[in-house]
């Protein structure tokens, strides 16, 4: 006696395109929000920042001419008139003696770490010490700097500022640089080195090139950092009013000591060179970052 086996439960007709389309309807909704919620973060971090640009731009305005620009500053916090040049100078100065020291560093810092110390216990060492010194405080930092050198020299210098600076941008390079240079395809790597090329000559000439948009960006990163801070500059610089081009002789000064300084008082005059200041170097780090991203950019087409 044979045994009729039930039919197979079949599913309705049509339902599998109910399934597909509600997904896809989820799916919509799910980007829909995604999007909404990118685009407020957005907003949340445009507001403030056009809200400051703003408000440094309408106040700094009036102050900014050609005798803000390279006239002294003057001596006397009630003074009217005066300028910035010292402080601009200053500012030049300081941070470029920093990056010259900071970023060559901190890139080679970066290669042995991605390509040479990778997981040895060196390495660790760096990664470690470079994201503890990532959180040390900047006049933590200046206090460090104040006693190491300055007291040892027995005056305070530019040279000091730059290498309080320094210290402050080595590890934001050496980290950022780092992760760039895990973006690269190992592939590029395995066929430099098919073709004969040494570790090395991978490194500089293949590596490198194919990261560079992106270490500029962090290096720049760590530029405005530094050029922006504060602390350091009053403890271990001094001040001065009158342009010291000189690092190693000699007080000097910066627009963040500058914008601080005058800022603190009640002085409509003081106040308005601090706003006329900090325009300034708002103008300062912004034309630096254009220049360097068109450097950059043109260096990622040529070796392209």
């Keep these: 006696m044979s045994v009729t086996a039930p039919p197979a439960t079949r599913p309705a007709a049509g339902r599998p395109d109910l399934t597909r389309a509600a997904l896809s309807g989820r799916r919509r909704f799910t980007n829909h929000l995604a999007t909404a919620a990118i685009w ?27 005798s803000f620009l390279t006239e002294d500053i003057p001596n006397s916090y009630r003074r009217e008139g005066g300028g910035m040049a010292p402080a601009i100078i200053g500012t030049l100065v300081i941070t470029g003696a920093a990056a010259l020291m900071a970023i060559p560093l901190g890139v080679f810092g970066a290669i042995y770490l991605n390509e040479y110390g990778k997981q040895k216990p060196l390495a660790r060492v760096i990664r470690l010490m470079a994201d503890v010194m990532t959180g040390v405080p900047s006049i933590v930092m200046g206090l460090f700097v104040y006693i190491s050198w300055v007291l040892l020299v027995g005056q305070q210098t530019g040279f000091a500022g730059a290498l309080a600076l320094a210290c402050l941008m080595l590890p934001v390079v050496i980290r950022s640089s780092e992760e760039m240079l895990r973006l690269v395809p190992e592939e590029l790597r395995q066929a430099s080195m098919a073709l004969g090329a040494r570790k090395w000559k991978t490194t500089l000439t293949v590596v490198l090139p194919a990261a560079i948009s992106g270490i500029t960006s962090g290096s720049l990163l760590a530029v405005a950092r530094a050029a922006g801070e504060t602390a350091p500059i009053i403890i271990v610089t001094g001040i001065v009013f009158t342009p010291n081009w000189n690092l190693f002789d000699g007080s000097n000064t910066a627009l963040p000591a500058q914008i601080f300084r005058n800022a603190s008082t009640s002085f409509p005059a003081a106040q ?23 450097i950059s950019s043109r260096f990622a087409i040529k070796e392209r």
Excluded: Q
């Design 272 to 294: 308005d060179r601090a706003w006329g200041a900090a325009l300034t170097l708002i103008v300062i780090v912004l034309s630096f970052t254009v220049i360097a991203r068109f």
């Design 40 to 66: 407020g973060a957005v907003l949340l971090a445009v507001i403030p920042l056009a809200l400051v640009t703003y408000t440094v731009i309408g106040k700094g305005a009036g102050v900014m001419s050609l």
